[in-house]
């Protein structure tokens, strides 16, 4: 065994004891072929491990910041999915679907309808991501709940399980997810891929196994058949296909396991093998990014969330231009310019220079810029069609410089305003508001979810639906968190 490989089975044998990789070693499987030389070695068989991981693991072997972090993520998510229940976008795909749909099985966060699992898991998806509002998994750019519980919230309705089942089941498939992300970022993200879309249905199969109890044969073809649907493409961003993606991340996820439970097989290597979905679907595999720690240290204690309701990269600037707006009392009408250096990514994904709807506002670090100063705020009402064409707004645009900097991170932003009599302020922010180092606390997030529960649920309402996400661990049916996040209910 060559030293490489040995470290690849060694390392994911001490995070799992892994029967997977034991067995492997045992028999003489591919992963204990001799890689011929000037080749890489073999990958280990990522795909057995994690189903292995994934049905070994418990609601009591999770530690405790990660239990937290669960809760938080699912008060998020159910947050911005009854915030954008009644977007556009999802009144259309409602409209879309409903001739077609098959029994009543699962509820709308936020609305009236029921629909059948599939179509509410993607519903639901559609709904929590089409504010760019979700959570986000920073090393990744992932949104990972999305996918993940809007999957399993929608088969909860159907048949009932715990609390602390779902709770396991919702840090399973964000770990998962997460995971396999980081084995391929940022190669695959950067040939166009929406990683959240890609990453998205091994997070929901993940999730979905774990709460039917499939044995770990059936959740390895489970991931197999989730490796066969990677959906998005980041040419969607701005527009209502963005939000298509982690919803339908989340059914395609769910199918997999549905038809896994009932015995369809896939490849039992369909991660990892060379017409696989990592080594088709990316220039990079590090497969150490999904065995190493796998059990012991959780990708999910790592999600944010946003306290600005676009691309993440624009959070920075946001953050500058309201401290400088408000602690420096500058009015738009004051501002001769506004300089920034940032990071290559911000332009290429966030350069749109005239943005004429709320969903391309999301992607214009000009109209990002521009409304923070304006509204002192960076919520979904600033990422309006309204917002967006403010002409106080339009106008301050054109006064928004950025220049990609050297020296300066994605998570950064260096900001200098000067003003019509001469005078600049100065900014510069390394860690923004929701970022890792500078989390929003709880308060701060009960606060975005009555927000955006507002105008859609009333007020009591809203109280008791948060109060049950809060107390997810100690329900005895997860379900009735759906139930009661419905419009009349």
Same mark, same amino acid.
């Given at each position: ?43 280990? #068989? ?108 929608? @088969? ?32 695959? @993200? ?10 998205? #249905? ?95 240290? @959780? ?5 944010? @969330? ?132 500078? #989390? ?32 997810? #661990? ?16």
């Amino acid at each position: 065994m060559t030293m490489n490989r040995r470290f690849l089975l060694g390392a994911a044998g001490l995070a799992l004891g892994a029967p997977a990789l034991q067995a492997a070693q045992a028999a003489g499987t591919p992963a204990e072929i001799p890689a011929p030389a000037g080749k890489a070695p073999p990958p280990p #068989p990522v795909t057995r491990i994690l189903a292995e991981w994934i049905q070994g693991s418990t609601f009591d072997s999770l530690p405790e910041n990660v239990r937290r972090e669960g809760v938080r993520s699912l008060l998020n998510w159910v947050g911005v999915a009854i915030g954008g229940s009644h977007h556009e976008t999802v009144d259309i795909a409602v409209s879309a679907l409903q001739p077609f749909s098959g029994p009543p099985q699962a509820s709308l966060l936020g609305r009236t309808e029921r629909f059948d699992i599939m179509n509410a898991a993607f519903l639901n998806g559609v709904a929590s991501h089409i504010f760019d509002f979700d959570d986000t998994h920073l090393k990744t750019i992932i949104h990972p709940a999305g996918p993940v519980a809007s999957a399993i919230l929608a @088969y909860a309705e159907m048949k009932p399980v715990s609390g602390k089942a779902f709770l396991d089941a919702l840090v399973v498939g964000i770990e998962v997810e997460c995971r396999i992300g980081n084995m391929v970022y940022p190669n695959h @993200y950067d040939a166009g891929w929406h990683i959240t879309g890609t990453c998205g #249905p091994f997070g929901a199969a993940a999730a979905a196994a774990k709460l039917m109890g499939l044995t770990v044969e059936q959740t390895v073809f489970a991931l197999g058949l989730a490796a066969s649907q990677p959906v998005g493409l980041r040419e969607s961003f701005g527009s209502m296909n963005k939000s298509f993606n982690p919803g339908r991340a989340a059914a395609n996820g769910l199918f997999a396991a549905i038809l896994a439970a009932k015995g369809f097989t896939s490849s039992e290597q369909m991660i990892e093998v060379r017409r696989g979905w990592a080594q088709t679907i990316s220039t990079k595999q590090d497969w150490s990014q999904i065995t190493e720690g796998l059990g012991s240290r @959780y990708e999910s204690a790592l999600n944010t @969330y946003k306290p600005f309701a676009c691309g993440i990269v624009m959070h920075p600037t946001i953050d500058a231009a309201i401290q400088i707006r408000d602690e420096d009392h500058v009015k738009p009408e004051d501002i001769r310019s506004v300089d920034l250096k940032v990071h290559p990514l911000v332009l290429e994904l966030t350069g749109k220079t005239a943005p004429k709807t709320g969903l391309e506002g999301k992607f214009s670090i000009y109209h990002a810029a521009a409304v923070a100063f304006v509204e002192g705020a960076g919520g979904e009402k600033q990422f309006s069609d309204r917002a967006v064409n403010d002409p106080r707004v339009v106008a301050l645009r054109q006064k928004i410089h950025p220049v990609v900097t050297p020296g300066i991170d994605a998570a950064q932003v260096d900001m200098t305003v000067t003003l019509n009599d001469g005078r600049t302020l100065h900014r510069h922010i390394v860690h923004a508001i929701g970022s890792v180092e500078k #989390p929003m606390t709880d308060a701060q997030l009960e606060a975005k979810f009555k927000d955006l529960a507002d105008g859609v649920l009333p007020a009591a309402q809203a109280d008791h639906v948060l109060t049950l996400c809060r107390s997810l #661990p100690d329900l005895k049916d997860a379900a009735d968190i759906a139930r009661a996040g419905v419009q009349g209910a």
